[in-house]
């Protein structure tokens, strides 16, 4: 069985709080991801996506000036890494969420996504041999 810590990625790109939604929004852009996980003081405090930046930015007509931390989602879900893909699975669809982190708020090891669990799901491939990054 595929646990969370061999499926995840470990290289988590993040962002203060403090930065604009346009560096946001650039930031995704050049690394080709969909989220940005909010640090503060070394802890995850938060996280903004794509469709944060579409919602409530856009839809709304709302400044790209604005700081980070007025937008992000504050109510972070965590995973353990020797957890199983399948409780990866049942606690993004529990939360209907795309992305669960991996670790604690002081410990933040990796995320993993609904891509990372399609891809560890290929069966007999190595799901890191999908690596676009």
């Not at 939604?21 to 802890?43: C, P, Q, T, W």
């Not at 839809?59 to 007025?70: F, G, H, I, T």
């Not at 529990?94 to 708020?105: D, N």
């Amino acid at each position: 069985m595929v646990k969370v810590g061999e499926a995840m990625t470990s290289h988590v790109r993040t962002i203060s709080p403090e930065a604009t939604l346009a560096e946001a929004a650039r930031l995704m852009r050049k690394f080709n991801i969909g989220s940005l996980v909010v640090v503060e003081g070394g802890r995850a405090v938060g996280i903004i996506t794509e469709r944060d930046l579409a919602y409530k930015i856009v839809a709304e007509e709302r400044p790209p000036q604005l700081k980070v931390r007025e937008v992000m989602s504050r109510d972070l879900k965590f995973i353990s890494r020797d957890a199983s893909l399948r409780e990866a699975a049942r606690k993004m669809a529990a939360h209907a969420i795309k992305r669960l982190l991996v670790g604690s708020e002081e410990k933040l090891e990796g995320i993993i996504t609904t891509t990372d669990l399609v891809r560890a799901e290929r069966i007999g491939e190595d799901p890191r041999s999908y690596s676009f990054t």
